[in-house]
């Protein structure tokens, strides 16, 4: 019931407005009527909600001379709908176009206590109008709904497209911008006060996120198109003008929203607890001659079951995510090993030869981690699993005990 009454107000608000450009039209006063209309770039900040880290871009559209104050954003979308979860790890989220009253999107801002900040646009009323009537088309059922894709097609990358084709000339933007940042770079800065968030990020971007942007793609964040649009310029004939006409911060962010989150069992701290367990267990199988097959077991469990994570982005829609050298060391693979350590704990020559494949896997990736940045903590794992095909393979190979009880059988047939 909801759903159907924001659309009916979405619609006649637009109707209404539309109403009011063709009387305008019809009575030869455009321009005074699109003078009195202002088109605002929003940026938000993050706030602690995970969904906000990156911030958020949204379009004013600010009519003077009705009241008519609406925010245009394409970041709507519900987290109730079926399957949500796994439709945006393969890529297959829709998000739609919404709009809102401009006092109602900053109380909601302003109660999560992010800031927005707001950049006045220097267009024509042409370009007011091409903008309008862009803005109506995208109001129609039939293509408020789109495909979103973090990095190439989010609600920033929209706001910018549909901004950028109303203007008739052509932005220049003179910011100096460094071409050597990756996606995951611009990534970690917004999630380097949340450990288990950058953890997940890292975990499934592969190889294609780690290689350098170009300006529009580093445009998918918010504060990257703000500080584009403040240096930007459009060059109309022979005059050119600055993009943005003024900056105000409509809403000053709470330092407290993103401050870091103080947490003892970090992404770093488990793997670290882990490879210190692993060493207690190479210890203990020094002093009593034995192999722990069901830590091993258990271990290869674990990353077997992360291995299968990796090996589904494979069929992801999302481009960044489907080459991942990570999943050497998380390997769904290691679940049949598992099951083969348990089947074959006594077989010496069996088990030397499974750890050495995977020595051989965790070596390669190893090597293979200069091409990408793996996750906090996954080289830790990689050299646990690197330890304990040391440790098997030579417990195996010789065995204190069983070479005591040797000497002293053979000691015992001389005698």
Request: aromatic share 12%; proline share 3%; with cysteine.
């Amino acid at each position: 019931m909801i759903k159907i009454l924001r659309t009916i107000v979405f619609v006649a608000v637009f109707c209404l407005c539309a109403s009011e450009i063709q009387a305008a039209n019809a009575t030869g006063n455009e321009d005074a009527r699109y003078d009195s209309i202002q088109v605002s770039l929003l940026t938000c900040s993050p706030h602690d909600e995970v969904y906000s880290l990156y911030g958020h871009t949204a379009i004013r559209y600010w009519d003077k001379s009705s009241g008519a104050d609406m925010v245009v954003n394409y970041g709507v979308f519900s987290f109730k709908k079926p399957y949500f979860i796994l439709r945006f790890v393969f890529g297959l989220t829709d998000y739609e176009m919404g709009i809102q009253n401009f006092e109602d999107f900053c109380m909601e801002y302003s109660y999560y206590g992010a800031g927005v900040t707001e950049q006045v646009l220097n267009l024509t009323p042409g370009e007011k109008d091409r903008l309008f009537r862009a803005l109506q088309r995208n109001a129609l059922p039939e293509n408020r709904i789109y495909r979103y894709n973090y990095f190439y097609n989010n609600c920033t990358t929209k706001a910018r497209d549909i901004l950028l084709g109303s203007i008739d000339g052509k932005v220049v933007f003179n910011r100096k911008i460094d071409e050597n940042v990756s996606f995951r770079d611009m990534i970690h800065q917004c999630t380097k006060n949340h450990p288990w968030a950058q953890f997940g990020n890292d975990l499934l971007l592969g190889v294609k996120a780690d290689a350098n942007t170009t300006r529009e793609e580093q445009q998918f964040m918010p504060a990257n198109l703000m500080k584009d649009f403040s240096h930007a310029v459009i060059e109309r004939g022979q005059s050119t003008v600055p993009l943005v006409t003024a900056t105000r911060q409509i809403i000053e962010p709470n330092a407290a929203s993103n401050e870091a989150k103080g947490s003892i069992f970090s992404p770093l701290t488990c793997a670290m607890l882990l490879c210190i367990l692993t060493i207690c267990m190479m210890m203990a199988e020094i002093f009593t001659g034995k192999v722990f097959w069901g830590y091993d077991a258990l271990l290869l469990s674990l990353l077997g079951l992360a291995g299968l994570v990796l090996l589904a982005m494979v069929f992801s829609q999302h481009p960044t995510v489907s080459l991942n050298l990570q999943i050497l060391i998380l390997n769904p693979l290691f679940l049949y090993a598992a099951y083969y350590v348990v089947r074959n704990r006594k077989d010496k020559r069996k088990t030397r030869k499974l750890w050495t494949i995977i020595g051989c896997i965790v070596f390669i990736s190893w090597i293979l981690g200069f091409f990408q940045d793996y996750a906090s903590g996954i080289i830790l794992l990689a050299l646990s699993l690197l330890m304990r095909c040391r440790s098997v393979i030579e417990r195996t190979d010789y065995n204190p005990i069983r070479s005591d009880k040797t000497k002293k059988g053979n000691n015992n047939n001389e005698k």
